[in-house]
């Protein structure tokens, strides 16, 4: 006879009630934009019952704050697995922002971002709450820059030149949406690894995914959402 599975404890069906409604947020927000997701929207599409949001949430900007934090930190890993996929190659530069295009700017969670940093020009609670996760997300980029590259000469800075790739692949997901042919932005995008290149290189031998940053063991927003 086969052993039944072990029941969850409170605890494990508490962290899959908040994922659940974490991701239904994330679909809402890529779908509906920040404005048409409302409660109601995130408990149909998470179906769940009316009060769930309230018992794990003290508020709709609660659980924003919860699904945006938990956002930037699936976006870190799918970075880190989009690069772990690439094999060796004489590009490797041109190879991981391509691949960080692809695979990252190009997903839900990039969508769902654009849509909460566009709606905080004119909220100013979802701007505060963006103001910390902004912060997180620059630390987040310095971590990984530092995994993955190393300068070509002293005075160039990694940290810096990466934040200013993520901007850039960044504005340019805006306008996915109206661009019909995607080859357009991995021609600019192999042009600008052309300009990096004469600054850094990837880190020889390096390809497993970055470090934990060392603030994941906190959580960024919860003590600034009233």
């Known amino acids: 006879m086969s052993t039944p599975a072990p029941r969850r404890t409170q605890a494990e069906r ?10 239904a947020t994330l679909d809402c927000l890529e779908q509906e934009g920040y404005a048409g997701t409302t409660v109601s929207r995130i408990v149909d599409r998470a179906q769940v019952s009316r009060g769930a949001p309230v018992h794990h949430f003290p508020s709709k900007a609660a659980l924003i704050a919860a699904a945006a934090e938990w956002l930037i930190r ?5 970075l880190g697995q989009a690069i772990l996929e690439l094999p060796e190659s004489d590009h490797r530069l041109e190879d991981i922002i391509l691949r960080c295009w692809r695979k990252v700017f190009g997903r839900r969670e990039n969508v769902a971002m654009l849509e909460l940093m566009l709606a905080s020009r004119h909220d100013p609670e979802l701007a ?3 103001r910390n996760l902004w912060t997180a997300g620059y630390n987040t980029i310095k971590v990984a820059a530092d995994h993955y590259f190393e300068p070509l ?6 940290r810096h030149l990466m934040t200013l790739t993520q901007w850039l692949l960044r ?5 996915l949406h109206l ?3 995607p080859q357009i ?3 600019f995008i192999v042009l600008w690894t052309r300009l990096l290149a004469t ?7 390096v390809s497993g995914p970055p470090p934990r940053p060392a603030q994941w063991d906190t959580s960024v927003t919860a003590i600034h959402i009233k």
């Not at 504005?171 to 306008?175: E, H, I, Q, R, V």
């Not at 600054?199 to 031998?205: K, V």
């Open 74 to 78: 699936q976006l870190y890993i799918q």
């Open 14 to 23: 508490s962290a899959q009630m908040r994922q659940r409604l974490m991701e």
């Open 153 to 158: 000469h002293p005075e160039d800075n990694v």
């Open 171 to 175: 504005g340019m997901s805006l306008d």
């Open 185 to 187: 932005f991995e021609h």
């Open 199 to 205: 600054q850094l290189r990837p880190r020889p031998g």
């Open 179 to 181: 661009v019909h042919d």
């Open 128 to 130: 505060d709450m963006m």
